[in-house]
């Protein structure tokens, strides 16, 4: 007899204001755990999110003075995840690498080197070279 195989279900479910307080609780620089988390919120939980979650978390980091503060003094992982979910900074762009066409949602970002990319997450950019359509995304869900 075949076991019939499980639906993964998340570990943890926490709604929006509790997800919320976490990140806000991780805003950087502070230790590897929290910092971790900081990345994760950026790489992964973006994609999870709703367009409206995603202006509402925005907005929610940015009335906290320590982000605020941070984000003045060009604090690398603070201006990650300002790039990442601010509203105005989301492009879709379209490349064309050995006839593969991708199309992805990414934002612009000046690295170390003060050189800007459009990034899909913190360690993958899309190559200019490669890049065939730039398109401003416009945001469209309602409150």
């Known amino acids: 007899m075949k076991k019939k195989k499980e639906e993964k279900k998340p570990r943890f479910n926490i709604d929006f204001y509790e997800f919320s307080f976490l990140v806000e609780a991780c805003i950087p620089p502070r230790p590897i755990a929290r910092a971790m988390f900081w990345d994760r919120v950026i790489d992964v939980y973006f994609f999870e999110m ?30 990650w995840f300002y790039n990442r979910f601010n509203p105005d900074n989301q492009y879709i762009i379209t490349s ?48």
């Open 50 to 79: 709703t367009e409206n979650e995603r202006q509402r978390l925005f907005e929610w980091i940015n009335r906290n003075c320590y982000f605020q503060e941070n984000v003045k003094k060009r604090e690398e992982d603070c201006m």
């Open 96 to 143: 064309d690498f050995n006839g593969e066409i991708e199309t992805n949602q990414c934002f612009l970002h000046k690295n170390r080197n003060e050189i800007e990319h459009y990034y899909i997450k913190k360690n993958v950019f899309v190559s200019e070279e490669f890049i065939t359509k730039k398109e401003k995304h416009e945001f469209c869900e309602t409150r």
